[in-house]
């Protein structure tokens, strides 16, 4: 079990993935059972421009087991948003920055994905900035590789979230990788409870990503960084460099990147 604040546990979550009802190739059935065979707790159905899928998520949800988090991906050719929430339909055909008032203004969340991923990179203009940020995306192949860090670092205190954004199954992408941690009220135990503890969760930024679940994973966890599976990685911020010395290691904050001595990206936790 991994550690964390009193009250509290982590669950395992994919923020990102579609079924029929745009363009993926799997129903919510079949999506909600490779959920629940990656060994994840929450899954986030967020088909393109629609919430057809959101009337069928709760039932689906109970019948496998598995908290299913109403979303829809904002789609454009300037970029995607995801919007977490049964907060019904956003208008692609707005300005961005009219998505975030209106989800903001329904009790929604709204999260910037894939900001750096080829024709599907972020170039909204956008006079405010939404609260979550998909810095983790399928697209990032090379752990070595900085770009999605140094966007999340300039674009300044987003929470951190990850998704895999799978379509189809057999294309090279895995639900569950990356993983996004949430820590969420240890009482919540149905679906239909895990799904609201896990947007209350994104809320309030309490946030992890990691590779996948069986990954090394920095936490935050009351006020400090605790690096889980990592022992002599390194954690990253302010200008400095800190040593993982064994594979349950608590570290004062600092920095919100685990990550190798050749300069793989491990783990991203929010400074939240």
Request: charged residues 20%; negative net charge; hydrophobic residues 45%.
């Amino acid at each position: 079990m991994l550690p964390a604040a009193p009250g509290l546990r982590w669950v395992a979550a994919d923020l990102h993935a579609h079924t029929l009802h745009s363009d993926g190739a799997l129903t919510i059935d079949e999506l909600a059972a490779l959920a629940v065979s990656a060994g994840l707790d929450a899954l986030a159905v967020t088909d393109h421009n629609t919430v057809s899928h959101h009337a069928h998520l709760a039932e689906a949800g109970r019948r496998y087991g598995v908290a299913l988090v109403p979303g829809q991906e904002v789609t454009t050719d300037l970029g995607h948003a995801n919007a977490f929430g049964d907060i019904g339909w956003v208008d692609f055909r707005e300005p961005a920055t009219a998505w975030v008032r209106t989800v903001a203004e329904r009790g929604g969340l709204l999260s910037v994905n894939h900001p750096l991923a080829a024709d599907c990179a972020w170039r909204h203009p956008l006079v405010e900035r939404p609260p979550l940020a998909e810095v983790w995306h399928s697209t990032w192949h090379a752990p070595e590789w900085g770009g999605p860090v140094a966007w999340w670092q300039a674009w300044g205190d987003a929470v951190p979230v990850g998704g895999s954004d799978l379509h189809r199954v057999g294309q090279g992408v895995e639900l569950g990788s990356p993983t996004t941690w949430v820590a969420v009220d240890e009482a919540a135990s149905t679906p239909d409870e895990l799904v609201t503890a896990v947007l209350d969760g994104l809320a309030a930024g309490r946030t992890a990503v990691s590779r996948d679940r069986s990954a090394p994973v920095l936490l935050p966890v009351d006020g400090e960084l605790v690096a889980v599976g990592a022992a002599g990685a390194l954690v990253l911020g302010d200008g400095r460099r800190r040593p993982v010395r064994s594979d349950l290691d608590t570290l004062a904050p600092g920095g919100g990147v685990l990550g190798g001595h050749d300069g793989s990206v491990l783990s991203l936790a929010s400074g939240r």
